[in-house]
T-cell receptor, first 116, second 116 residues
Framework: GAGVSQSPSNKVTEKGKDVELRCDPISGHTALYWYRQSLGQGLEFLIYFQGNSAPDKSGLPSDRFSAERTGGSVSTLTIQRTQQEDSAVYLC??????????????FGEGSWLTVV | AQTVTQSQPEMSVQEAETVTLSCTYDTSESDYYLFWYKQPPSRQMILVIRQEAYKQQNATENRFSVNFQKAAKSFSLKISDSQLGDAAMYFCAYRSGSGANSKLTFGKGITLSVRP
């Protein structure tokens, strides 16, 4: 597609439920990132995929969070047993090959998760 | 680890005037990239300007320019002839030049308001 596409744009879920957030990166982009942005805060890195390499999961806050990227394209971020502190905007981004670090990272519009 | 600091949480500027947003960073690397992103209420992160650390010349994009002081590890954004549409949250970000660690590290952001 023309840009990074994320779904759903808004999600309200009950505490304790699992949620899945989807990201469709820009075609041809091999690097994919997930960030979390709490209300009025900066962006917190969660996870990074680059091609077929093992993902960098160093930013995942707990084992309730996981992500996968199938076929080197679409990615799904899963949050199990959601807690109220998980409420945030989850931003996905993509770029050309990670070793070309100067390449611009393009962001989607985010998925706004509210846990009630 | 790299850190990015934006010490001013908010700034205000009169329409048509000039404003400078400050950013400092800490790194032991010599090869890296710096970015300013704009986030309007729509949540879409938009790249404003980028600077390669190996370039001495300050980047410029129309009304946006940077003052890159590598020795001082300072990277400020100047917005000239401010417009109402410039009102947004602005994030300074760092990206390593090493492909092994190419995620963006963000500052906490600054909210810019433009007075008509």
């Amino acid at each position: 597609g023309a840009g990074v596409s994320q779904s759903p744009s808004n999600k309200v879920t009950e505490k304790g439920k699992d949620v899945e957030l989807r990201c469709d990166p820009i075609s041809g982009h091999t690097a994919l990132y997930w960030y979390r942005q709490s209300l009025g805060q900066g962006l917190e890195f969660l996870i990074y995929f680059q091609g077929n390499s093992a993902p960098d999961k160093s930013g995942l806050p707990s084992d309730r969070f996981s992500a996968e990227r199938t076929g080197g394209s679409v990615s799904t971020l899963t949050i199990q047993r959601t807690q109220q502190e998980d409420s945030a905007v989850y931003l996905c981004a993509s770029s050309l090959a990670g070793h070309l670090s100067g390449n611009t990272i393009y962001f989607g519009e985010g998925s706004w998760l509210t846990v009630v | 680890a790299q850190t990015v600091t934006q010490s001013q949480p908010e700034m205000s500027v009169q329409e048509a005037e000039t404003v400078t947003l400050s950013c400092t960073y800490d790194t032991s690397e010599s090869d890296y990239y710096l970015f300013w992103y704009k986030q309007p209420p729509s949540r879409q992160m938009i790249l404003v300007i980028r600077q390669e650390a190996y370039k001495q010349q300050n980047a410029t994009e129309n009304r946006f320019s940077v003052n890159f002081q590598k020795a001082a590890k300072s990277f400020s954004l100047k917005i000239s002839d401010s417009q109402l549409g410039d009102a947004a949250m602005y994030f300074c970000a760092y990206r390593s030049g090493s492909g092994a660690n190419s995620k963006l590290t963000f500052g906490k952001g600054i909210t810019l308001s433009v007075r008509p």
